[in-house]
């Protein structure tokens, strides 16, 4: 999954806390999330709506940063279902330096089999080796089927 696909594809999800997300799409979100934290902060300096060098953003970062909270959120969940684990295991941050290892680590690791959150996003339902989703049928008249 390439950068501009897993934002749009988080950004549509935004309350979708149900599937299954690979890693390349929670990392790319989380990039982006980064860079327009990145920006808005340099907005709120430029225009002047930071809170006079508070160090938690100003405004504009404060508005955005509510407004990534649940895709942010939901993507995390999706994630913690590619690995097979309950999505409320991600309260596990809460605790702080433990608990961020496990998340980061878990974040991390692979895709595991078809579980009860849906089929491996990677792979698509077991036994089909095509790529996931599966190719559309050719076009007739395009010579495969002697058309």
């Known amino acids: ?21 690979r890693r ?14 990145i920006v808005t902060n340099i907005l709120d300096t430029v225009i002047g709506t930071d809170y006079d060098g508070a160090t938690s953003g100003g405004l504009i970062n404060t508005v955005v940063s509510l407004a990534l909270f649940l895709p942010s959120l939901a993507v995390g969940v999706r994630r913690l279902h590619d690995i097979d684990k309950s999505g409320w295991w991600i309260l596990i941050g809460i605790i702080p330096i433990v608990g961020w290892i496990l998340i980061i680590v878990w974040f991390c690791t692979d895709s595991k089999a078809d579980n009860k959150y849906g089929p491996n996003p ?10 996931y989703p599966p190719p559309p049928p050719p076009a007739y008249g395009t010579g495969q089927y002697g058309g």
């Open 122 to 131: 990677k792979t698509g339902p077991a036994g089909y080796e095509g790529g």
């Open 24 to 37: 390349s799409e929670y990392w790319y979100f989380a990039l982006f999330s980064f860079l327009v934290g």
């Open 1 to 21: 999954m390439d950068f501009m696909t897993a934002v749009r594809t988080c950004l549509s999800k935004y309350v979708d806390f149900s599937g299954r997300a």
